[in-house]
């Protein structure tokens, strides 16, 4: 949805994109904007809408729900949303109001083929009920656990006939029938034990169906005669059972052998009326459905399965899946029948459809007749599937390299076979330096000639003309049909690469398959793909321009401290030469105050460029670490010594705590004793006389963790996530120098693979801490050297 501030229209080109129909109303009710989509909606142009009162173009929509809402939306300086059916356009619309100080802004979406759909489910469910309710049988639906899910009219008619009425917890809708006939007593109880026998064998799965003849009484004693039957039914979703009670009295007392004639009789009417309502059911299913006996031939298909087979059912019924389809989808069709009937089990496969570029889900259902097959099509579903592989691997490439070539050969690869017989990207001179170049990729090397001759400039080739209209007009640039070009192409399409506003090449893609494969669905696959291939070209791009300037800053730093140094060697030099005579000389002092604050001077200067160096180093990636293995206590011992004398000029106690059994660490000594003399130099700074700055060690995670605790002011919390920035204690610490001392430390002990962090409770010093890792105690024991 495009940026509203305020309820106000702030990007309408991006309007002009969207799927909703939007228009805007000023608080006169006149039209100030309309999408290209509102004007297909509203069937008027623009430009007859634009100052126009709405209620008086549309007067039919006067007092409708349209008017009460979008005043009400006006009045109330809240966003509205309502459906609702518009009869001049003979359409459903889903519509949201947003009010603003100007107006009103509207979106709509014609939903005309969800309410279509909505009902024709509900006409189905009602023509399903319909059905129950007509049969004389007595029929209840149970779940997995045997409770009643549902009954139908002749059920609830012969329960209450006995005394039961719907609501009742024995014969009514949540009933547990289970429960019911395992409690039954007295007379015929011998039957219900074999009820529930035979339903708990079909609900875990060891029988499909169950037949039984039982005798009932009725209330004024009078024995009737019913069959049960019970019936497993395991589609897609949960498990349900058909519990069906048939009142076959008449027969049991019109004799034997007219009861059989007559049971027999009833059982091929009641199937061919159940078939019949059966079929009815199955052409009315979106699902493709067919039926095949013992020997794999059809015996009924609906039309949705005429369709997925390309053939009429008096083309089908009476065949083998192999006489109708050609290789390969005969095959696989009749491989997979056949395994599901010597398994006897079902079995689902995604298979290619005889129809071109299409893929139908096929699950066969064997049965003691044969099998029952649905067909569903899932090319769409395949497509998305494809398309989030897809996705992924250039996700992939985009992190493995931010090389400008290998992102481009990585692209073409990955897109052959999967979205096209060929790819090519071509790319003009970059900003930076990148040279032009064309990376192709093809399902066969002919078409690959074919793409890489189409993308040198001056091109005559239907498909050059292609991609130098796609590069001039900065838009996609389809080529749709067959062309004369060898080798053949049924269609291709030309997408400019969009880098920083301007073109700075194309995606070509070639298919070789009959039929449009660039449609609208596969031309929006195809953009997304150019927009993330431009975007993974300009991060290598972008990539290239910062390693650059890293390569350009560190020549710079490395002149600069050369041109520096040299001076401050000699101003340094001449300073102690003055000294030197200054102090045989009865000099005035402020001379000699003077000569030492510039020696002070020049060696923070040079201590300002080593740092600048250092910091340079760390963030190239390359310190060049001069590793051995350290000695803990010993480590400590020696950043003690360096730093006791400065922490007693300032009143201050430094200690060390070691814990015990500590590993010995691989380490650059030189870095690590310029990490701790930062930290160490910082606490000193900031720690009032009197104060305490502790030294720690411990192991922790396979190494060991240093602290260095002080007992200052410590940081706010504000300050904390910047700590380690460089220069930002120079702008936000009254005492602080050029702020990359602790940028330093950062640096360092990550290149280390050790990681750094702050601490500092309110009131309570700071607590800085880092880790390096250590040795294993067996490699530690022999000695292991660097």
Known sequence: MASLVGGAIQDPDSLERISDAVFSLDRSWCFTYLNARAERLLRRPRTDLIGRNVWEEFPEAVGTVFEQEYRRALTGRGGVMFETFYAPLEAWVDVRAYPSAQGLTIFCRDITARKQAEQALHESEQFLRSTLDSLSTHIAILDGRGIILAVNAAWK?????????????????????????????????????????????????????????????????????????????????????????????????????????????????????????MNAVLERITDGFAAFDRDGRFTYVNQHAEAHFGRGREDLLGRRVVAVLSEPQGAAMEALLQRATQAGVPMEEDQPSA???????????????????????VTEQREAELWSHFLSEMGAVSTGSLDWGHVARAVVKL????LADGCAITTSSGPSGEEPSTEVAAVTPDLGDMLRAACTPGSTSALGRTVE??????????????????????????????????????????????GPRYGTQGLSLVLELARRTALVLENARLYRTARQAVTARDQTLGIVSHDLRAPLNTISLLCHGAERRVAHSSADPVVEEALRKIRLVVGNMDR?????????????????????????????????????????????????????????????????????????????????????????????????????????PGIDARSLPHVFDRFWQAIHAHKAGAGLGLAIVKGVVEAHGGRVWVESPPGQGATFCFTLPGLPEAADAVGERP
């Open 608 to 712: 300002l460029i080593a740092d600048l160096l250092e910091v340079a180093r760390v963030e190239s990636g390359q310190p060049g670490l001069d590793l051995e293995l350290l000695d803990v206590p010993a480590l400590l011992a020696q950043v003690q010594g360096l730093n006791g004398l400065l922490a007693a000029d300032r009143s201050l106690s430094l200690e060390v705590s070691l814990a015990p059994d500590l590993p010995r660490v691989r380490a650059d000594r030189a870095r690590v004793l310029r990490v701790f003399q930062n930290l160490v130099g910082n606490a000193i700074q900031f720690t009032p006389s009197g104060g305490r700055i502790l030294l720690k060690a411990e192991r922790r995670e396979g190494g060991v963790r240093f602290c260095v605790v002080d007992t200052g």
């Open 355 to 377: 129809r071109a570029d299409r893929w139908l889900r096929v699950v066969a259902y064997p049965s003691p007749e044969g099998l029952t097959v649905y067909f569903r099509d």
């Open 469 to 514: 209209q796609a590069l001039r007009t900065e838009s996609v640039a389809l080529l749709p049909g067959p062309c004369l070009d060898r080798p053949r192409m049924d269609s291709a399409v030309a997408v400019p690469l969009m880098i920083q506003g301007r073109p700075m090449g194309a995606l070509v893609l070639v298919s070789t398959h009959p």
């Open 415 to 418: 897109t052959v076979p999967t």
């Open 157 to 277: 008619r012969f329960a209450r006939e006995n005394g039961c009425d719907e609501d009742s917890p024995v014969c009514g809708v949540g009933a547990d029938y289970l429960g019911v006939t395992d409690a039954a007593q007295g007379p015929f109880s011998e039957e219900a034990s074999i009820v529930a026998a035979g339903i708990r064998d079909i609900l875990s799965g060891r029988t499909a169906s169950f037949l039984l003849e039982y005798p009932c009484h009725e209330p004024g004693g009078r024995r009737r005669w019913f069959l049960m039957r019970v019936t497993r039914f395991a589609g897609q979703g949960p498990l349900r059972v058909v519990v069906a009670h048939e009142n076959i009295t008449g027969r049991r007392e019109a004799g034997e052998a007219l009861w059989r004639l007559a049971r027999e009789e009833a059982a091929r009417e009641e199937a061919e009326v159940a078939r019949e309502r």
